[in-house]
């Protein structure tokens, strides 16, 4: 079991930064994939970064660019770096574990590949 729970969360301006934190416990050792996601109001769940257990990482054309995920293993942490923030950047953020390791990019973006989430944390960027 993998227990995941996100913070950093805030209103911002536009142009502004945000780093989310997301801290797991629990067989974190087996948490070695894992991503960010969000999800706006009546839109679906979106992937937007994903790292592997070799910290290869991959991001969604959204957020090329502007978007950094990281982990510190020590700390069983995982982090966003958003920087350049939009309006359309507004949503509800969750990190996800797979809970076990895997190696490669091709399936970190898609919400069927995790098992484990957070509750999530609100970004608000206002222009």
């Known amino acids: 079991q993998v227990k995941l729970v996100e913070s950093g969360g805030g209103s911002v301006q536009a142009g502004g930064s945000l780093r989310l934190s997301c801290a797991a416990s ?8 894992m991503g960010w996601f969000r999800q706006a109001p009546g839109k679906e769940r979106e992937g937007i970064a994903g790292i592997d257990y070799v910290d290869e990482t991959t991001s ?4 090329k660019g502007r978007f950094t995920i990281s982990r510190d293993n020590a700390k069983n942490t995982l982090y966003l770096q958003m920087n350049s923030l939009k ?22 973006l898609r919400t069927e590949y995790y098992n484990y989430w957070g509750q999530g944390t609100q970004v608000t960027v206002s222009s």
Not at 26 to 33: A, I, P, R
């Open 26 to 33: 629990g067989d974190t050792y087996s948490s070695s994939c």
């Open 60 to 63: 969604a054309e959204s957020v």
């Open 87 to 108: 309006p359309e950047d507004t949503a509800l953020y969750f990190c996800a574990s797979r809970g076990q390791r895997c190696r490669g990019t091709h399936s970190l």
